[in-house]
Structures are given as structure tokens and as C-alpha cells.
């Protein structure tokens, strides 16, 4: 280390073993070479040639201290590719000046050109997030654009809020099959911290900042090995309120987020849940619009009608484009008990708050509708059997945790299930889908255990499966 700069000496390249390409080999490449010869070299301009194109010196500042040239010999080493020229005797100083000056202005329009690629990348993924439809793509869009530009082992969403013990994870950009993964908040105390602050939250060291210390500990007792070295917690707000979380890491190994991409990063995050938040408005106007004719008045999900006209728009999507889609017919079982203990005001009531979390708890892009009077419909984009048996599975343990105000912990109702996929070899047109749903419903009722049918190709409908 001489005056401030880290400094490697070595020989010209070709001379005296290859000198340069030893040093390039030590580290980074140079940011300056000084390359200084007398008047017995007879070949300098070919040697600053050399240095100046030498690829393990690329975008390296060339200055020559040259001993008694004229100014034609200075001029030619200058088109030979140096930046600057010195003659001898040098004085340190003025050289140290030039060095800090050179340096100094290639940080400055290297930033600047850093600035320029972030301006255009932030309005190309901000175009693409603004064409996205729906919440989902949005997501998923954030979270694939931004993991791919800075390179992460892992970016994701998590939709939750203050105070909630759990998340939804909606969108993984290193897996991006995940679209509704529970996760527990305690597991993730970067996410409760930006949660509680309302402000980003970057963790430099994982395995020393302090609010780790207790998750620490559990990594420890359940012999959990864990590599991540980085932790960025930003929090998305929708209509004034903290909506998620956009979650960013690194693992060893890998360079540290700096402050400008986690700035980068929370632009890109808000810029989505505005165009989240236009969406929703929009939404609203439209559901607003048609609700008169499209909303079941006891359970606020959607009417019959509705459904229909959804489940044609669905079947029509999916066969014109080669997608998949799900069709989940609830039975709510112990309401008819509950209408004759309790009467029909409180089956009522029970029947709207189930709707409510129906509603609640359904994906971004899944439908729910009150199908008959014990009985609920979802329609499921982008989902297949199993698929849709876990999407009831999940919401049959959010019910059995529902405290119900008319209801003992006993009472609450359960949920029996029969659902069926598309494509299916026995279905040619919407009302298939219907038939095939009953009659796995009617399969799973008919089980003891309360299970969840499924209609499979070739079999009766059914196929029964435990809770």
C-alpha cells in the first residue's frame, strides 16, 4: 500500500517471464498502470500497445513515465493508448494529483452509466408489471425481474400484514411453480421488522446481526444448516396500509446487496403496488357495477350466475390456449344441525362468516360462489388435482381455527369436498364439469373421515382421500 492505492510491481509483458500476466493473475484487474521506461527501451510504443489491448487490463488507465523524449515520442505513446505521459524526473505529487483525478473521473462516469442502466431497466420492468392483468402476474413479474437483474439465489413475495403470525408466499423467482405457500413470520424476523417499521430492512450478516439470535439458536437445536449471508426486507403498502413483503437474499459467496440496488429494489416495489392498487380500484368499480345481479346477499361470494358465466369463461380460456384449471364443489357439513339447534338466524350467520373467509383466504385469481344453500364452488386457474385437494386442505384447517361467535370450539362445521380437473378425458363441455364435481362430492361425503373427492379419469367419480 504506497500514498492510498494498493500497488503491485511486475515487469512489461513478454519481458522478463511474463511479469504482467503474473500480476493480473494475483486479484482484480488494475485500476492504474504506471508503465515507466528509460531511454535504452527501444520499443516503447509497442510496449504501451501492448498494455493498452491487453484484455487482463481492460478499461486500465495507461500512464507512461518516459525518460528524455521529445514531444513527437510523447504524442505517439499517447495513440498508442496511454492515458497520460509524464517525462522525467517525476514529480510524485503531480503524479499522485493525475492518478486521483483519473480515477476520480472514471468512478463518476461509471456511476452515471450505472444510472442510465437502472433508469432503462426500471422503466422496462415497470412497463411490464403496468401490462400485467392480475395480481398474480404482477407478482410474479416482480419477482422474476428483479431476482434475474441482480442475480439472487432467492427473491419472493409474502402477502401478510402487521401482527399476522403467518404469511402467504405468492411468487418465487427461483421456484416459480409456488403461488400460495404458508409460511410462519417467526421463521422470517427480517419480514416482522419491516412489518413493524414500515421501513426496509437490510441485513448485511445473517449469521451476526442480533435479530437473529433466537432463529439462530432454533437453527441450531434442529441442526439446520443454513448458508444465507444477506437478508433484504422491503414492505409494500396498497391504499395506505403494509399489504407485504418484497424478500430478497444472498447466500456466502455471494456480493452483499448495496444500498443502491435495495433502493432500486423498494422503486420497483412500489411502482407495482400502485399499479396493484389501480387494479383493485378498477375492480371494485366493476364489481360494484355488476353486483346486483352477480352477488349472493347472505354470503357476499358469488351467485349461481355468476359462476356459470365464469366457469364457461374458464373452460373456453383453458381449451383455446392448452391451460389447466380446477372445479371444487364445498358442502358445509353440520349446518343442517346448527339451523335446528340454533335456529336459522344463526346458520345464517355462521353461512355469511364461512363466505367471508371463503373470500379471504382464496387466491388472487381463484373465484368462489355460493353454489346451493349448504354448498360453495371454486374455480381454480392454473391448478390440478392435487393442486386443488390441498387448496381445500388449507382451507379446511383455516375453518377448524375460525372462532365462530354462535358456535362452542366443537361446533364449528366442516367442510366436505369433491373436485375435478381440466383437462379430463370425460369432459367435453362446462356442464361435464359440474356432473364429475358431484359426484366426487358425493364420494367424499360418503367417506367417514369427511375426506375430499376427486373425479380421475377412468374411475368412478371419487377416489376418495383422508383429511
Known sequence: ????????????????????E?????????????????????????????????????????????????PEAVGAVLGAGARDVLRAPVDLGELRARIDADVRLRA?????????RARDLLFDIFQ??????????????LVRRVGHAFGLT????????????????????????????????????????ALRTERPVVIHDVQEHPLFESIRK?????????????????????????????????????PQLRTQDVAFANTIAQAAARVLENEERRAAIYRRQISAGTTDPLTGCASLDALDRRLRDEFERARRY???????????????????RLGQAAGDRVLGQL????QREIRAPDFVARYGGDEFALVLPETDGPGARRSVERLRGVLARHAFPDLAPGEVPRLCAGAVAYPHAEVLRPEDLFALAEGALAQGKADNTGGIGLAEPGKAPGGALGP
Do not use: K
Open 128 to 141: 411490464e408489471v403496468s401490462a400485467a392483468l392480475r395480481a398474480d402476474e404482477i407478482f410474479q413479474t
Open 1 to 20: 500500500m504506497r500514498g492510498g492505492f494498493e500497488v503491485t510491481e511486475t515487469g512489461a509483458p513478454g519481458a522478463g517471464g511474463g511479469g504482467g
Open 22 to 70: 503474473a500480476a493480473a493473475g494475483r486479484g482484480a484487474p488494475p485500476d492504474v498502470i504506471v508503465f515507466s521506461a528509460g531511454a535504452a527501451d527501444a520499443n516503447v510504443i509497442g510496449q504501451v500497445r501492448g498494455i493498452a489491448t491487453a484484455s487482463q487490463y481492460a478499461g486500465a488507465s495507461v500512464f507512461a513515465l518516459l525518460d528524455r523524449v521529445g
Open 218 to 254: 432454533h437453527w441450531l437445536q434442529q441442526q439446520i444448516d443454513v448458508n444465507v449471508q444477506s437478508a433484504v426486507a422491503i414492505p409494500v403498502f396498497v391504499q395506505g396500509r403494509a399489504a407485504g413483503v418484497f424478500f430478497l437474499r444472498t447466500v456466502q459467496g455471494e
Open 154 to 193: 432467492h427473491c419472493s413475495f409474502v402477502l401478510t400484514a402487521p401482527g399476522e403470525e403467518q404469511g402467504r408466499v405468492v411468487a418465487v423467482y427461483e421456484n416459480p411453480a409456488i403461488r400460495d405457500l404458508r409460511v410462519h413470520l417467526e421463521r422470517y424476523p427480517e419480514i416482522q421488522e
Open 108 to 116: 463518476e462516469l461509471r456511476e452515471a452509466r450505472e444510472a442510465l
Open 355 to 358: 363466505g367471508a373467509m371463503l
Open 322 to 340: 392448452q391451460l389447466r384449471f380446477a372445479l371444487v364443489v364445498l358442502d358445509v357439513d353440520r349446518l343442517r344441525d346448527i339451523n335446528a
